[in-house]
């Protein structure tokens, strides 16, 4: 089984135990995506080349990712950069986008970090 956690609350979401359960009625729903970051310990080494996103149900779509970067953990406790993906506006409640990337490495702990919205996005 994969180990997986979050950096800040989801009390009122789904929490990350159901983000790859192989369930597809659950779900995770994140609840920012200012700085907070997911761990995922994978019971061995693994290449993590490829990452969907879904949009979550309510009209404000508060928890849909806009950017985030994936990194893995070296044996030297710290993290290596794998890919940075910039994450398109969703166009409906629900939609799904996969998004594939290189990665030449393989590790057990992955950490996807949800960067803030860019200001420009803000704007008017």
């Known amino acids: 089984d994969n180990n997986i ?3 800040s ?3 009122e979401t789904r929490g990350p135990e159901f983000l790859a359960d192989q369930d597809l009625s659950t779900y995770y729903l994140h609840p920012d995506g200012n700085q907070s970051s997911l761990i995922i310990d994978l019971p061995y080494d693994g290449r993590m080349t ?3 996103f879904t949009c979550s149900e309510n009209e404000d779509r508060l928890g849909d990712p806009s950017e985030v970067v994936i ?3 070296e044996d030297n406790g710290s993290y290596h950069f794998s890919s940075e993906l910039f994450i398109p506006s969703f166009d ?3 939609q799904s986008q996969l998004f594939a990337f290189e ?3 393989n590790f057990s702990t992955y950490r996807i970090t949800f960067l803030p919205e860019p200001q420009w996005k803000n704007t008017t």
């Open 5 to 7: 956690s979050a950096s």
């Open 9 to 11: 609350g989801y009390s």
């Open 50 to 52: 490829a990452i969907s």
């Open 71 to 73: 990194q893995g953990l």
């Open 92 to 94: 409906s409640p629900k």
């Open 103 to 105: 990665n030449d490495r």
